[in-house]
């Protein structure tokens, strides 16, 4: 309950609150404005603190560490024996300018044009609702796409190595750290990329980031300047995308055949592009393999031209028919490729950790840019993602997760092909954490997928991913994401689909 | 013990190990690897599973699943009734090459140039020296700059936050996250920075970043184009000065006064300067305060030319005589300010940790910057942060800090009036986390620091701070840090650095 103690002082007026300030902080506060504004002028005198205290009815003390306060700011100065005077130094011209343009909102811009960099008005031109996340409450609806199954995380045994690791908490994981990332990260990560995904590299090629958004900011800076051409896949992820057009880059969407991305297109419309960014293993989000030809093929490019392919890796981990292919990275020995993947998918996209594997020779830039854009990852988190891989917790969650999330892809096939029948077609696909449904001819994906979120099912329509102009006629697709949802909420989130796509 | 298994097969030569590799997976490597190079050449039939089995003395099984792969990944055709074949799509003139640059050193760059953007060349051209740790073992060294006191940090409470919120963990924490911050988290920040630093906010105008330098890494991406001029302390905090130029903004280095920042040498410089980048509460790293008339006078440069000026608020929390100053930005009426802090100094460096409040009108382009450059800060502790500010431990570990701090500056300016004089003068500071040590006239720092490290000491001379051309001649100087040594090592520290310069 506020209570108000007003007095008219000789030029001004104070007014206080019972809120969470103190009461010295708000007298401070209202001179300071006062002043500021004009109406207590340079060299006037203040009232003795003995008078002002007894006018508010505070303790003397509080009206004086209020003066101590303006005194040490500059604000007003006490000249022994004669009282207390606003300082003669305000520039009075200044004052009034901010007089007039004072205003009582906080923070919003007056009187001036805001100018940005062409990087900030590109950013500022962006679609910002593919830059932010779906939902910021508490839940996320069937069929969220790249979120793990939550249910099956073992927090336990996380909880267990923080606290652990905090009990006997080491200056390594205090101070500032490595910008490529905390050392026995970097070999752990290096020893799984070697043994699951056939990447030639050493530990000291691994550089630990914020996630492969990270990586992928990381590789525009250091490699692509405004107006260089970038080939991207077609449909693609746009997190890489737009990573790349605000660096300024031309992108030459490439469009992706049954052998995945068409290289003899992306060769004719510009040979020399700087950089290629791929999905290899498993096109995002069409699912393509990208054959072996074709990766040579698209190397040959690189080392011939100069060149950059980037492999974004993103979901290997998660193949359920035949075993993981191997990465292109293998295949090259140039060091033309750039090798990105994430914890995102494995551990949690919270975490907000993952890797990039590069180049010897482009080791120091990398770390140098990363030191730079926010100097390294926490150290804490790098520790326990040690902790959690070294000592197999892992490898057993990810092929818990590689059963589980079989077992929810089909029963979403099934339960498409029971609910969905001529509305969706829903093929299985033998890697992933999502599903593309086929929509019938002729009808608009983003209707759809409106249509969907009235229902409270989330699916990002296809075409969101696809960049004009579209090699061919397509059709429209639902994004639909599997892993995160238990069987019950995956037949009843097809169900609701149905209802959403009939009549559409 | 390695177990070599050997047999000349008809054209490739198999050599298996007990390392940790399956044995399907080393034969499939081994004849990935023969048929890239060459050696098996497109058409050519491998011998049947049987005999390779028997001949390498495994199990059949082993040899059909490192043919499966093999298969599954385009390198062989099985042709059914007739064998196994190196498969005949495989482009001959690319293997050839492949044959001639393949080296066994993984990563190298062969055969190629490398070739960064403007930015990756500038990059590449930083003194590293400065962007990396200065140690990555595990512990520092006394004066080791910029740490807070670990012995003192209650990881104990932290830890019960911790497992406290993966035990009730929910999606919010687990999935994607808002790039501009945990929404609990923007509001505790900005109350604390409206009722300790008088900073004029909104919670909406807090974008929470992973430390200082990335909200610097923002700033300049958004707000500095190359060759835009950029003001910056002399001496200054190299994180931001490195920054900036990196982005390739022209640096004008502005001198300092007892008012601070000298506007008009700036001014006279070049007056078009798109920021300034200041450090008004307690310069770094020379402790200097920013006087009113020079802060009002800044902002209203900055109005009157759409300049922006960046308040980095790097050490306030740690002020020991009188109060802590208010904030510039609180001053500002018209969005000119952007107000950077910094968790590292209040909680510590590795958590990874900071804030920015920005103008209104920009959160969303710092939004969509920060979401393309690594979408959010990890949510749990972002999360676990608030906990920590909301249940009262941030205001007493920040009590309790500074009255630490307070202990140990007095125990470093004791022992160097007693142990350095003539050699290094050690005034104290009204505030901050570390003193400057003023050598003699004459006595090169960057030295002084050399000698220093010989006695297991770590200083950083001032001249690494200093951009040339200096206004005036000016001592060298030591940058002592303090506050992460008992009272124990600061003596001990002490004597040593007497011992390092006396003779220098």
Request: overall charge positive; glycine content about 6%; some cysteine.
């Amino acid at each position: 309950m506020p209570i108000n103690r007003k007095t008219a002082a000789p030029l001004f007026t104070i007014s206080l609150e019972t809120s969470g300030v103190p009461i010295y902080r708000q007298l401070y506060e209202t001179l300071r404005r006062t002043i500021l504004s004009g109406q207590l002028p340079a060299k006037s005198q203040l009232p003795s603190t003995r008078f002002l205290a007894r006018q508010l009815a505070v303790s003397r003390m509080t009206v004086v560490n209020a003066y101590d306060q303006l005194l040490a700011e500059g604000y007003i100065e006490g000249i022994s024996g004669s009282g207390t005077y606003v300082a003669s130094v305000l520039p009075e011209e200044l004052l009034e300018t901010k007089d007039k343009s004072r205003k009582p909102k906080s923070g919003e811009s007056l009187n001036r044009r805001v100018t940005l960099s062409n990087r900030g008005e590109r950013l500022a031109a962006f679609d910002h609702v593919n830059l932010r996340p779906s939902r910021t409450d508490a839940h996320f609806a069937a069929f969220h796409y790249g979120l793990p199954a939550m249910d099956a995380f073992p927090f336990d045994v996380w909880a267990r190595l923080v606290s652990r690791r905090l009990q006997k908490m080491s200056a390594s994981l205090f101070g500032s750290g490595n910008p490529a990332g905390y050392e026995p990260l970097r070999c752990s990560v290096a020893a799984y990329l070697r043994t699951a995904r056939a990447v030639r590299c050493e530990p000291e090629q691994v550089v630990i980031v914020a996630g492969a958004q990270q990586a992928l900011a990381l590789i525009a800076q250091v490699l692509i300047d405004e107006k260089d051409t970038v080939w991207m896949e077609n449909p693609c992820y746009l997190g890489a995308r737009n990573a790349f057009a605000a660096a300024g880059a031309e992108i030459v969407s490439v469009p992706l055949d049954a052998g995945g991305f068409d290289l003899h297109f992306a060769l004719h419309k510009n040979k020399n592009a700087r950089l290629a960014c791929v999905t290899p293993s498993h096109q995002f989000p069409l699912g393509t393999v990208m054959s072996l030809s074709r990766r040579l093929a698209l190397i040959e490019w690189a080392r011939a031209n100069d060149a950059w392919i980037i492999e974004d890796d993103y979901d290997s981990e998660f193949r359920y028919s035949g075993r993981p292919l191997a990465s292109l990275q293998g295949l090259d020995a140039d060091g033309c490729v750039i090798y990105v993947g994430t914890f995102s998918k494995t551990i949690f996209p919270a975490l907000r950790l993952g890797y990039m594997v590069v180049p010897e020779n482009l080791v120091v830039v990398f770390s140098a840019a990363r030191a730079l854009m926010d100097s390294h990852s926490p150290s804490i988190d790098q520790a326990v993602l040690t902790d959690f891989i070294e000592e197999g917790h892992f490898a057993r969650h990810i092929r818990r997760m590689r059963a589980l999330y079989a077992e929810r892809q089909a029963v979403l096939v099934s339960a498409a092909k029971k609910d969905l029948a001529g509305l969706l077609a829903v093929p299985p696909d033998e890697a992933g954490m999502h599903l593309v449904g086929w929509l019938p001819k002729n009808i608009d994906d983003r209707i759809a997928a409106q249509k969907a979120a009235e229902q409270g099912i989330e699916t990002k329509p296809l075409s969101v991913y696809t960049s004009e102009p579209l090699p061919s006629p397509q059709r429209g697709g639902l994004i639909l994401g599997y892993t995160a949802f238990s069987a019950g909420q995956i037949r009843n989130g097809v169900k609701r689909l149905a209802k959403a796509l009939t009549g559409v």
